[in-house]
């Protein structure tokens, strides 16, 4: 079974440029969340999807990030414009979509805004 | 609040047992995670404690006392792989939501 994709791995960008991130879940699994984890930090959420309309997003910073996932499947986090402390690595998971369920997670898009 | 509580380093010997201790504190509670993570890599699922009491998976237990807010992950026979970040996550809140703590850094050595 594939596991959760995301594109790119690595990203390096300009303070005030913008950036998109791409993922997409394990087949079948509805539910997708993007973490956003700082080093030395454990992730922290930024929204959770259920199909394709959004659970939380409570932490999201609204003002510069945003994220969409049509169709329910694959999704994408955009950051317009980046600022230094955005620095970090983006997680994206998965889970079937039932209570109590594990997430899995992809291998991350390491970002750096200089 | 919530917050989630777990040493930030540990260093064991190879072939050892080592354990890693977590307390957190909650709204609401639908379980806890114990989640490796090597340098550079996702995080990986170990453990899943929902009720009191000790889970065994081989070289790998997790116990849960929901009643202490607290929580263990023991490894045993230890090896140089298991040197890794190992987060501590707890299910909670309205949205159900995972909250990591910042994780425990293993360094297993010779």
Not at chain 1, 48 to 53: D, M, R, V, Y
Not at chain 1, 56 to 85: C, H, M, N, W, Y
Not at chain 2, 96 to 108: E, P, S
Request: aromatic residues 12%; neutral net charge.
């Amino acid at each position: 079974e594939a596991g959760v994709a995301q594109s790119p791995r690595y990203k390096i960008i300009e303070k005030r440029q913008s950036v998109a991130f791409w993922c997409n879940p394990i087949s079948g699994h509805a539910t997708l969340y993007w973490y956003q984890q700082i080093l030395g930090q454990g992730p922290k959420l930024l929204i959770q999807f259920q199909n394709n309309g959004v659970v939380d997003d409570s932490q999201l910073p609204k003002d510069r990030f945003s994220a969409e996932r049509l169709k329910g499947v694959d999704s994408t986090l955009k950051i317009q414009p980046a600022k230094l402390e955005d620095s970090a690595v983006y997680l994206c998971a998965s889970s079937p979509g039932e209570l109590y369920e594990t997430q899995y997670f992809g291998p991350g898009t390491r970002l750096l805004v200089l | 609040g919530q917050n989630i509580d777990q040493p930030t380093e540990m260093t064991a010997t190879e072939g050892a047992i080592v354990q890693i201790n977590c307390t957190y504190q909650t709204s609401g509670f639908n379980g806890l995670f114990w989640y490796q993570q090597h340098a550079g890599e996702a995080p990986t699922f170990l453990s899943y404690n929902v009720l009191d009491g000790l889970e065994e998976k081989g070289r790998f237990s997790s116990f849960l006392s929901r009643s202490k807010g607290y929580s263990y992950l023991l490894l045993k026979e230890l090896q140089m792989k298991d040197s890794a970040s190992y987060l501590c996550a707890v299910l909670g809140g309205a949205t159900n939501k995972l909250i990591f703590g910042t994780g425990t850094l293993l360094a297993v050595q010779p």
